[in-house]
C-alpha cells in the first residue's frame, strides 16, 4: 500500500519546506522504504522555464527534460531518486490540461469548475504511477490562506477522504519566532496558520515548527492542545549548519519515528544514519580550504545557482575540504576592469550558465584570465560557449568571434542549431519560435575522446548528462579552433554538437556545454566537481 504524506506551509514563505521533505524522504530511505517527492506550485506559469532567476531561482532538469521547481533538486540530493516530469506541476500546467480537454470535447459539454474538473486533475497528479511506493511525499507550494493555493489544498482534502486516512497523513510547516523582550517563543503565528488550514478543512498531523533554539514542554504542549495534535507530532525544525544535518536532527527530534506510529508502522529500530554522519562530519571538520571564483549574472540571488552551490560543496566534501564561494557579478569586470585585483586570491574560476548578452564580455574576461594565469577554471554550458568564444578572438585570429545569440556576427563560434535529435526522435526549432520547452532539455548522450582529461575524470567515455540551452558550439569551427591547442574532447554520439572543450597542457580548463551540478549527490559527489576542486586543492598548495 503506498503512503501519502503531504507538507504544506504557513506562517511566512521560505521555512524551507522542499528542505524538511527531502529530508524526511531521507530518514524513510534509512529505515528501507521506496520513496518519490512530487512537488505542486500555485503559480499560473506552465513551467518555470521562463521565469527569471530573481524571480524563482534556478530551473532543475529532470532527465526526461522537464523545466521544474528547484526543490526537485533537493530532493534528488537527498534521496538519489531521479525526479521525472510526472513529479512537479502547476496550476498553470493544470488549466492549461483541463482547457485542452475541454476544447476537445472531453467533458461532453459540461460546466467545466474548479470542482470537481481542477481538483481531479490536481489529484490525477498526485496518485499517477505511485503504486510501485512504499510512501509519496507531496509538497504544496505557497503559503497557507494564499489564494492560489486553495485547489491544491481541496484536492488534499478530497483525497484523504477518496484513500482514507490509514493512507493519508498531513504535515504543516510552521514558524515559532523568539521575541527578545518577552523572552519566549511564540506560538501564535503556528494556531493561526493552523486554524487557516483548518477552515479548507484539513486538520494536520503533525507540525514541524521552525525554530531557533529547543521548544520546551510547557509551549509544546501548548501548540498540541490549542492545534489539536499529539504533543510528541509537535516538531522542532531547529536551526542547523548544514541542510545535510536535517536528516539527523529531524530523527533526533522523532519525526521519522512519530510518521510511521500514525501509519501503524513498526518505529522502535533506529535508521541507518551513516551516510549523513559520515557527510555532516566532512562539512564541519574540513582538512584546508579554497576559495573558488564564480563568475556568473544572477549572483544577486544566489537560489538562482542553488545546485551549482550544492555540486561545488560536494566538490569539497570529496576533497575533505571547506569551499568558500566567491559570487562575482560578471558585469563588474566590464565597468570596472579590475578582474586581476578581483581574482587574485581564486584558487579556481568557475563560469556558469546563463542566457543574454549582459555580462557576456565579463566572462570572456574571467575565460582569458583564467586560461593565461593557468588556474583551475570550469565553464558551464554558457560559460562552455565564452570559453570557445575567447579562443577564438584570442588564439584563432577571430576577433569578431561572437555568438548569434548577441545578434548578427560574422563569425558564429556559436549559433542557434535548429535540428537536433532525441532518441529516435528529431526535434526543431525556430527563430522567433516560443520561449518555453524550446530548447535542448534533459539527458543526452556524449562520447569522450580516449586519453581525454575528461575521460580520464569521469573514467570512461560514454557518458550522459543533462542540458538545458537554445545555443550549440558550432562544429564547424572545430579544426580551426584545435590548431590553437583547444581540444574537443566530447562530442555527441552523431559528431555534431560539442559538448565538453579542454585545453590539455592546461593545469585544469574543461568547459562542457551540460549542466553536471544537476546529477551531483552529497553521498555521490559529481566527478567533474571532484575533480575541479581536487585542482583548486592543489593550486591552493602551490601559493
Keep these: 500500500m503506498t503512503r501519502f504524506v503531504f507538507i504544506t506551509g504557513g506562517v511566512v514563505s521560505s521555512l524551507g519546506k522542499g528542505i524538511a521533505s527531502a529530508a524526511l524522504a531521507a530518514l524513510l530511505q534509512a529505515r528501507g522504504y521506496k520513496v518519490r517527492m512530487r512537488k505542486l506550485d500555485p503559480y499560473l506559469n506552465v513551467d518555470p522555464g521562463t521565469m527569471s532567476p530573481y524571480q524563482h531561482g534556478e530551473v532543475f532538469i529532470t532527465d526526461d527534460g522537464a523545466e521544474t521547481d528547484l526543490d526537485l533538486g533537493h530532493y534528488e540530493r537527498f534521496t538519489g531518486v531521479h525526479a521525472s516530469r510526472a513529479d512537479n506541476t502547476t496550476t498553470g500546467r493544470i488549466y492549461s490540461d483541463v482547457i485542452a480537454r475541454e476544447r476537445r470535447g472531453d467533458y461532453l459539454g459540461g460546466t467545466v469548475q474548479v470542482i470537481p474538473h481542477i481538483t481531479d486533475a490536481i489529484k490525477d497528479v498526485v496518485v499517477t504511477g505511485t503504486d510501485d511506493y512504499d510512501f509519496v511525499l507531496v509538497e504544496i507550494g505557497g503559503t497557507v490562506g494564499d489564494i492560489e493555493s486553495l485547489p491544491f489544498l481541496e484536492a488534499i482534502r478530497q483525497l484523504r477522504n477518496d484513500l482514507g486516512h490509514a493512507q493519508t497523513m498531513c ?115 574540513p582538512e584546508a580550504e579554497v576559495r573558488v571564483a564564480v563568475v556568473g549574472k544572477y549572483t544577486a540571488l544566489l537560489d538562482s545557482y542553488k545546485s551549482l552551490a550544492e555540486a561545488l560543496l560536494h566538490g569539497g566534501i570529496a576533497n575533505h575540504v571547506k569551499v568558500n564561494l566567491d559570487w562575482i557579478e560578471s558585469e563588474e569586470f566590464e565597468k570596472n576592469g579590475n578582474i586581476a585585483e578581483r581574482l587574485k586570491d581564486a584558487d579556481a574560476i568557475l563560469v556558469p550558465g546563463g542566457f543574454g548578452e549582459r555580462g557576456a564580455e565579463g566572462k570572456i574576461q574571467a575565460v582569458r584570465y583564467a586560461r593565461e594565469n593557468n588556474i583551475p577554471f570550469l565553464g558551464i554550458c554558457f560559460g562552455m560557449q565564452m570559453a570557445v568564444v575567447e579562443c577564438a578572438r584570442s588564439l584563432a585570429g577571430l576577433p569578431k568571434a561572437s555568438s548569434t545569440e548577441f545578434g548578427p556576427t560574422d563569425e558564429p563560434v556559436v549559433g542557434l542549431m535548429t535540428e537536433w535529435a532525441r532518441g529516435g526522435e528529431l526535434l526543431r526549432r525556430r527563430e522567433g519560435g516560443d520561449l518555453g520547452g524550446t530548447m535542448r532539455l534533459g539527458a543526452y548522450p556524449a562520447k569522450l575522446v580516449p586519453g581525454s582529461r575528461v575521460a580520464e575524470i569521469y573514467g570512461r567515455t560514454e557518458i550522459r548528462e543533462r542540458h538545458r540551452h537554445r545555443w550549440e558550439v558550432n562544429a564547424h569551427y572545430k579544426d580551426r579552433l584545435e590548431k590553437t591547442g583547444l581540444r574537443f574532447s566530447g562530442l555527441s554520439p552523431d559528431g555534431v554538437l560539442p559538448e565538453v572543450v579542454e585545453y590539455p597542457d592546461h593545469a585544469w580548463f574543461v568547459a562542457v556545454q ?10 555521490d559527489p559529481h566527478p567533474l566537481f571532484a575533480g575541479f576542486i581536487g585542482a583548486a586543492v592543489k593550486e591552493a598548495h602551490s601559493k
Excluded at 551540460?514 to 553521498?523: A, D, N, T
Design 171 to 285: 504535515v504543516h510547516l510552521t514558524l515559532l519566532p523568539y521575541i527578545p523582550a518577552a523572552g519566549e517563543l511564540k506560538t501564535k503565528p503556528t494556531q493561526h496558520s493552523v486554524k487557516e488550514l483548518q477552515n479548507v478543512g484539513i486538520q494536520p498531523q503533525m507540525l514541524l515548527c521552525r525554530s531557533d533554539r529547543p521548544i520546551p514542554d510547557n509551549e509544546r504542549r501548548k501548540i498540541a492542545n490549542f492545534c489539536n495534535v499529539r504533543p510528541e507530532a509537535v516538531i522542532a525544525a531547529l536551526d542547523v549548519d548544514t541542510i545535510y544535518a536535517c536528516p539527523i536532527s529531524y530523527h533526533n527530534e522523532g519525526m521519522d519515528q512519530e510518521v510511521l506510529r500514525y501509519f501503524g508502522l513498526p518505529y522502535a529500530s533506529k535508521p541507518d544514519l551513516s551516510r549523513w554522519e559520515k557527510i555532516v562530519h566532512a562539512i564541519r571538520e
Design 514 to 523: 551540460y549542466h553536471p551540478e544537476l546529477l551531483s549527490k552529497p553521498f
